[in-house]
């Protein structure tokens, strides 16, 4: 049975179109920038708009010199490792903590753990300067590891907490009831059914780090400057077409990252819906 | 007989309750080891940092630490009027002392934000205090006249507190009236307050215009089928992806004075000559809406995606037109979806620096690029502290408001 059309009025008509026209240009607005920016990387001269003054590669060649950027991108990847791992591990076992029984001060342990997304981060960089200061932990690759921990644990705890939302208890117990000892019950079942989001984690933890400009401008010292941290003095400082390099090779990134998640998260679907 | 059995199934029942309990105890102890590493990495980088933090804001022994018999007697000054033979020699006496360890320096800095110049006079005090002598009154006046003033001397008590007000008061533009009281400063005065009011209009602004483009985008995308659906959340999440730097710089080299859309108004004919659209309030807009706009498209979205469809085909089918089905039936069930979107940009915004920073002119920094500023810059760090203190507590009005109505089940990372 066809449902009845409903009457379009003249306000319907307006209206739908109206809606449909203004998200057209968010989406437009959304891509359209970066989009625009990044043939700028190819330009022969060195200046920051069209026409373009010839192709050339000479703004990559100058991004993957050996320096300044290269160092850079050195210390944005090990702290981004280091960072990871720990936040991973940290986290995963807290969200593991949250979900596996009901206990006292539950709730503001979870809160707790989410809070430093929504503390402005500057003043979270600024608390641990202070605090970690007297300790020679200020310009210092541990102390900057530890401040991105932080900022990157309430990601690994949601994300990892809602894979274990959707995860079957039963077959932990029957797991149990096989004879399976607790911790060969978590190896063989609980954790590869949760991997992915443990993985999706993890990659939300390196991002974190990766971007992270705020705590490098309180943190790093000229031995740690990251991409980003390096990246800041740069567009204070002026503009050339290395940046949009640059730039292009950091979205080239985000693309493989997305892609990641996107595959973890039709992985997790997957093995959820699996009978 | 039956009094037997039932006291057996009596005894096994507090055998059994003992059993469950123990075994909720062993639960709940595996469990707060489970959280103990993430809690205390938490406790030492996060909640101590941000309580000591806080704490400077108001705690400030530096000047007390550095003359702790001097700041003992002011304790005794009444205000009124200058002190007496005692408290001129207890200057020299600890100035003088404090100059030799070193210590004068900072509490120097300290006394300098009570009253401007009071650190080239504790100073000069405790480099020439080995030459004064009694009767002090006299030769701390020939040193330098300022002695005479019974403003240093409130100063000087005002310093030697261990809790401060000063910082607080300064970051909301009041400040003390000698004798007692708290006055706003004179309008011409005011630093942060401006500041505040900036950092809210630009987010009330931002929360505004996001929330007008995103709410037909996420629509869009949950009324689309499932591909192009997914296609458009794909869209929406990519830039997302891509880090604020890269995003910010791609706005500066687009709204500059020779860039792309400069350049293409002119092409066009529309403008004459070029625009300034960066370091303005205009350019910043423009990014911390781009960056910000999937904060609040993503919740909006997950939240559409869930109500189901019948509801406006119910609708339609009892008479009303797609406008009034959408007015009455679809829209009341997204504002959960709108407020937590609206409520994370909001909360988001309010936060931020680095965006601000490189897009926007002097007048357009927020509170964020204040704290920056005067913890980088001056080294301020009782007032840096004091901002952060106002800034958290912004933050903690909105925070509790957005845990009601959204929690982070609506709060979908991808």
């Not at chain 1, 009831?177 to 993890?202: D, E, K, Y």
């Not at chain 2, 500059?256 to 910043?284: M, S, T, W």
């Not at chain 2, 019948?310 to 007015?327: C, I, M, Q």
């Amino acid at each position: 049975m066809a449902s009845p059309r409903p009457y379009r009025g003249p306000a319907d008509r307006i209206g739908g179109g109206l809606v449909r026209a203004v998200a057209a240009l968010g989406f437009v607005f959304m891509l359209a920038p970066i989009l625009a920016v990044m043939p700028l990387s190819f330009n022969g001269g060195s200046y920051l708009s069209y026409p373009l003054q010839g192709v050339s590669w000479q703004w990559y060649a100058a991004v993957f010199a050996a320096r300044p950027w290269m160092p850079a991108l050195w210390n944005s990847v090990t702290i981004g490792a280091a960072t990871t791992v720990l936040a991973t591990v940290t986290g995963t076992l807290a969200a593991y903590g949250l979900s596996y029984t009901e206990f006292p001060g539950k709730r503001a342990i979870g809160a707790l753990l989410i809070s430093p997304m929504v503390v402005p981060i500057v003043i979270t960089a600024l608390a641990v300067y202070l605090a970690f200061a007297p300790f020679g932990l200020v310009n210092s690759f541990t102390g900057l590891v530890l401040a991105h921990t932080v900022l990157a644990v309430p990601f690994v705890v949601i994300t990892v907490t809602a894979t274990l939302h959707g995860f079957d208890r039963t077959m932990v117990r029957a797991a149990a009831s096989l004879g399976a000892p607790p911790l060969v019950a978590f190896a063989t079942v609980t954790l590869p059914l949760t991997a992915p989001g443990i993985l999706s984690g993890a990659v939300f933890a390196f991002v974190t780090s990766f971007d992270d400009v705020v705590v490098a401008l309180f943190l790093a010292g000229p031995e740690q400057f990251t991409v980003p941290r390096r990246m800041f003095n740069a567009l204070r400082d002026k503009l050339d077409p290395s940046i949009v390099a640059l730039a292009v090779f950091l979205v080239t990134i985000s693309i493989f990252l997305l892609a990641t998640i996107e595959l973890l998260r039709w992985r997790s679907e997957r093995l959820r819906s699996r009978p | 007989m039956s009094t037997a059995v039932a006291g057996t199934a009596v005894a096994g029942a507090g055998d059994l309750g003992r059993k469950l309990a123990r075994a909720n105890r062993a639960k709940q102890v595996t469990a707060f080891a489970l959280l103990a590493p993430a809690l205390l990495l938490m406790l030492l980088a996060f909640v101590w940092p941000i309580g000591a933090l806080l704490t400077n804001a108001v705690h400030a022994p530096e000047f007390r630490d550095a003359v702790p018999k001097l700041a003992a007697w002011m304790e005794g000054w009444d205000g009124e009027a200058l002190p007496d033979e005692a408290g001129f020699a207890l200057v020299a006496e600890e100035f003088g002392r404090a100059f030799r360890d070193r210590s004068l320096p900072r509490a120097s800095t300290r006394l300098n934000y009570e009253r401007g110049g009071m650190r080239s006079l504790a100073m000069k005090t405790g480099r020439g205090a080995p030459r004064l002598a009694a009767p002090y009154r006299e030769s701390l006046v020939a040193l330098d006249p300022a002695w005479g003033d019974i403003a240093t001397w409130r100063a000087i008590a005002n310093a030697s507190t261990w809790l401060t007000p000063r910082f607080v008061l300064q970051a909301l533009d009041l400040q003390r009236v000698p004798g007692g009281g708290i006055q706003a400063v004179p309008p011409e005065n005011r630093v942060y307050l401006d500041r505040l009011q900036v950092t809210f209009t630009i987010s009330i602004v931002v929360t505004l215009v996001c929330a007008a483009i995103g709410y037909p985008m996420a629509y869009v995308m949950a009324m689309a089928g499932p591909n192009r659906g997914r296609l458009l959340f794909l869209l929406v999440l990519l830039p997302f992806w891509i880090s604020l730097l890269v995003r910010t710089a791609a706005w500066v080299v687009l709204l500059q004075k020779e860039g792309i859309v400069n350049g293409a108004l002119l092409a066009l004919g529309i403008i004459d000559e070029p625009q300034q659209l960066i370091f303005n309030r205009f350019g910043v807009y423009v990014a911390m809406v781009h960056i910000l706009l999937p904060f609040l498209v993503l919740p909006l979205y997950s939240v559409m995606k869930s109500i189901p469809r019948d509801h406006v085909r119910a609708a339609a089918s009892l008479g009303a037109t797609p406008a009034s089905a959408f007015v009455t039936v679809y829209f009341p069930q997204t504002v959960p979806g709108l407020g937590a979107g609206c409520l994370l940009v909001f909360i988001l915004s309010i936060g931020f620096y680095i965006t601000p920073a490189l897009v926007g002119g002097s007048r357009d920094q927020m509170l964020s690029s204040l704290i920056a500023e005067n913890a980088l810059g001056t080294a301020n760090w009782g007032l840096a502290s004091a901002l952060a203190l106002v800034l958290l507590c912004c933050v903690a009005v909105v925070y509790p408001v957005f845990g009601r109505y959204a929690g982070a089940k609506n709060l979908r990372l991808g």
